[in-house]
């Protein structure tokens, strides 16, 4: 197996991270097929427009494609023959998991399973790196979150979802030896930010001048993580999963959500209006990564700021606005 996979397959690579980690791939001249279904969860516009620069790029392609679709799926795998798969595909978000826990354990754990039992079926064996969540974690007051706590009281459907498939890794790791790392990713944020999460919402809600809901005292904290700097630990733990590996990528400074809306409105050059509501269920007062792991073994080392991340990101909407990529 070659020390950096040439070819990937990137399920979900029209999204916020895959999209991002698609475009790192082709600047270094990698193959890319990115396969995704462009679902509903967000505007399927956002998404295309998310692949316009991959599109004009030599070695690109785009597979519009269901996971669970385990038949075309197996096929794809089997034209391509890639040597490492990006398994980000999933439907994303804490609440509406708990509107719609069947649909997610659908996507994100037969669908993984789907993505996995393709994967056993090539020779050689691909890598396969996969998407899991700081959520795992649950509701700890014990910080920062190390790769090796117990992890088995999700708070949300999603959260098990996501256990769920490093359990899965695990099997498929024992079967086959296939070699496998999960990410445990900590909110990421950046440009092409999922339009649902925190950051957007906000921005969206103070340049629209409206307040901003702040679910209980503002003191809940998050690891919020420049995307840039994930999608480096990504392809960190690409060209060097050998075995089976977990890794944390978080930034390792979490911020009160009061400090973000604070954060966010200077990066706007516009004052917030906090609208205070009680405390949501499912969301866990804190997120904080350990990354000693990741650090020793990958070298990762996020250097973002929230201050410039957030100045990144505001200067990406505001191109945004005026040209659509
Ligand atoms: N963004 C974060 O802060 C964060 C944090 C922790 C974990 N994650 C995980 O990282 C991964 C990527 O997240 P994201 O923020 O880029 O989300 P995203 O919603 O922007 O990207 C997911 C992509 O998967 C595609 N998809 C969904 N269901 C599919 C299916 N059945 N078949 C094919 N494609 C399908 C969607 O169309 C979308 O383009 C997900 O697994 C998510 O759970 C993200």
């Avoid at 400090?259 to 609208?275: K, Q, S, T």
């Amino acid at each position: 197996m070659s020390a950096q996979p040439q070819r990937i397959v990137v399920t979900g690579g029209a999204g916020f991270i895959g999209s991002n980690l698609v475009d790192r791939l082709l600047a270094e001249g990698r193959e890319v097929v990115a396969v995704d279904n462009f679902d509903d969860y967000y505007d399927p516009t956002f998404k295309r427009a998310n692949l316009a620069a991959a599109e004009r790029r030599a070695g690109f392609h785009l597979v519009e494609l269901d996971i669970r679709d385990a038949a075309r799926l197996g096929t794809l795998l089997s034209e391509w023959r890639p040597d490492a798969v990006v398994h980000l595909a999933a439907r994303a978000g804490v609440r509406p998991s708990i509107e719609r826990p069947a649909l997610y354990a659908d996507v994100n754990v037969a669908g993984t399973a789907a993505v996995l039992q393709s994967a056993v079926r090539l020779d050689p064996l691909p890598r396969v790196i996969y998407a899991s969540s700081s959520s795992v974690y649950g509701d700890r007051s014990a910080v920062p979150f190390r790769e090796d706590d117990p992890c088995d009281q999700p708070v949300s459907p999603y959260a098990a979802t996501k256990r769920a498939c490093e359990l899965l890794a695990q099997s498929f790791h024992h079967l086959y030896g296939l070699p496998i790392t999960g990410l445990r990713f900590f909110t990421a944020y950046g440009p092409r930010n999922r339009p649902d999460l925190a950051i957007a919402r906000f921005a969206d809600l103070i340049e629209a001048g409206r307040p901003v809901p702040m679910f209980g005292d503002g003191s809940t904290r998050r690891d919020y993580t420049y995307i840039d700097d994930i999608v480096d630990g990504v392809v960190r733990a690409l060209d060097r999963c050998q075995t089976i590996h977990l890794y944390n990528l978080g930034h390792s400074r979490p911020v009160a959500l009061r400090d973000l809306i604070r954060a966010i409105g200077e990066a706007l050059g516009r004052e917030p209006v906090v609208e205070r509501l009680p405390e949501q269920p499912g969301d866990v007062r804190q997120t904080f990564a350990d990354i000693g792991r990741a650090r020793d073994e990958l070298g990762y080392d996020p250097r973002t700021h929230l201050e410039e991340g957030l100045e990144r990101y505001v200067a990406w909407r505001r191109m945004r606005g005026e040209r659509p990529e």
